[in-house]
């Protein structure tokens, strides 16, 4: 999917250090698709129009949502789309409708 990036949200900085590209550990079983050709500064931070999860539970619904530069160096680790089509079925529902 072009001019889109996929990351894959943990709880927190703790569980996403031990997680690998090939072991992805304990995450929360959703995935953030940023879009990082749509973003703003505010209050000195950089922000991205995204797509994310509605709640904390595996493959939770979506909505049209933001995402700060800070959120995702802090909680999310970069995955490939095939990675996260397996991961959070209904984000792609939503992407590929």
Same mark, same amino acid.
């Given at each position: 999917?072009?001019?889109?990036? =996929?990351? %894959?949200?943990?709880?927190?900085?703790?569980?996403?250090?031990?997680?690998?590209?090939?072991? &992805? *550990?304990?995450?929360?079983?959703? !995935? %953030?698709? /940023?879009?990082?050709?749509?973003?703003?500064?505010?209050? *000195?931070? &950089?922000? =991205?129009?995204?797509? *994310?999860? !509605?709640? =904390?539970? @595996?493959?939770?619904? /979506?909505?049209?949502?933001?995402?700060?530069?800070?959120?995702?160096?802090?909680?999310?680790?970069?995955?490939?789309? @095939?990675?996260?089509? *397996?991961?959070?079925?209904?984000?792609?529902?939503? %992407?590929?409708?």
């Amino acid at each position: 999917m072009k001019g889109v990036r =996929f990351y %894959l949200e943990y709880e927190n900085k703790t569980e996403k250090n031990k997680g690998t590209r090939k072991k &992805l *550990g304990r995450h929360t079983g959703n !995935v %953030l698709a /940023v879009f990082f050709e749509s973003s703003w500064i505010r209050h *000195g931070e &950089l922000i =991205f129009e995204a797509i *994310g999860a !509605v709640y =904390f539970h @595996l493959n939770s619904g /979506v909505c049209c949502s933001a995402t700060s530069a800070s959120y995702l160096k802090e909680n999310c680790k970069r995955i490939s789309e @095939l990675q996260a089509r *397996g991961i959070h079925e209904n984000l792609f529902v939503y %992407l590929d409708d």
